[in-house]
């Protein structure tokens, strides 16, 4: 809960509130204690006016939260793991994040085959914006994640990156969650990326934001907010000073 308050102060417009562990390998919660660790928490920060999601795979959690008072749904196996889920954000006419998942967490590092991660990431959250839709989830509400980190490595995740722009460029809103994670730190000290510190992997991730930004991101995920702010605002300064090419003269 103070945590959530904190993170308002440094700058954080959404916070993304979770039960149970994201990170590849991670063994699952049970129902009852994800719905303990969540809805209470949901309440208070929702009854302070913050604006919540709600990071679960599944639907029972998330349509508790959303009475709680969370206004987005987080599903990082875009309905995959439980399909209900689509109908929860449905019903609710609540914007749901698709993210990029081929399996839960304890296999996730088992699927990092790819000929073209960009085209097949894209396709692949084609199918569940497709899925989306038919469950009644209106466009305005669908926000897709490419899924950084998740069954992938270092290498598939800097190809995500130079490509991100196609991600924007498909017509929904874009998230990108790249904060702290493993391929920057790798980066950052190859030989040794557990021993890199976090403000290192925050001035990796607020690098990550400005390139976000710059290609038409709706959000980002990150950890501490203050400095992604930061970054984006130089994004945003730059790109209102990009005036158009004025036409040369013709000559006389």
């Known amino acids: 809960m103070s945590h959530g308050l904190a993170l308002l102060e440094a700058g954080a417009d959404i916070l993304d509130v979770g039960g149970e562990s994201t990170r590849p390998g991670s063994v699952r919660v049970p129902e009852d204690e994800?719905?303990?660790?969540i809805v209470p928490v949901v309440r208070e920060l929702a009854r302070q006016?913050?604006?919540?999601?709600?990071?679960?795979?599944?639907?029972?959690?998330?349509?508790?939260a959303l009475d709680a008072g969370a206004q987005i749904l987080n599903d990082v196996s875009a309905g995959q793991s439980e399909p209900e889920m689509l109908e929860v954000a449905a019903a609710g006419s609540a914007p749901i994040v698709l993210m990029h998942w081929r399996g839960?967490?304890?296999?996730?590092?088992?699927?990092?085959?790819?000929?073209?991660?960009?085209?097949?990431?894209?396709?692949?959250?084609?199918?569940?914006?497709?899925a989306a839709q038919s469950a009644g989830v209106a466009?305005?509400?669908?926000?897709?994640?490419?899924?950084?980190?998740?069954?992938?490595?270092a290498e598939h995740n800097w190809q995500l990156m130079a490509g991100i722009e196609t991600f924007a460029q498909m017509g929904y809103r874009l998230l990108v969650a790249g904060s702290r994670k493993r391929f920057l730190a790798s980066l950052l000290d190859p030989d040794n990326p557990a021993g890199v510190d976090i403000a290192d992997r925050d001035a990796a991730t607020a690098a990550l934001s400005a390139v976000?930004?710059?290609?038409?991101?709706?959000?980002?995920?990150?950890?501490?907010?203050?400095?992604?702010?930061?970054?984006?605002?130089?994004?945003?300064?730059?790109?209102?000073?990009?005036?158009?090419?004025?036409?040369?003269?013709e000559a006389r």
């Not at 839960?104 to 497709?130: C, K, M, P, Q």
């Not at 466009?139 to 490595?153: A, E, Q, T």
């Open 49 to 64: 006016g913050a604006v919540i999601s709600v990071d679960t795979m599944r639907a029972r959690v998330a349509s508790a």
């Open 212 to 249: 976000s930004a710059r290609a038409g991101a709706w959000a980002v995920r990150v950890h501490e907010p203050r400095s992604s702010r930061i970054a984006v605002q130089v994004v945003e300064a730059i790109a209102e000073c990009a005036a158009p090419q004025l036409p040369l003269p």
């Open 104 to 130: 839960h967490l304890e296999r996730a590092s088992a699927t990092f085959e790819y000929e073209d991660v960009v085209a097949e990431v894209r396709s692949e959250l084609g199918v569940r914006i497709e």
């Open 139 to 153: 466009d305005r509400d669908i926000i897709i994640d490419p899924g950084l980190g998740f069954s992938k490595n």
């Open 34 to 37: 994800e719905l303990r660790r």
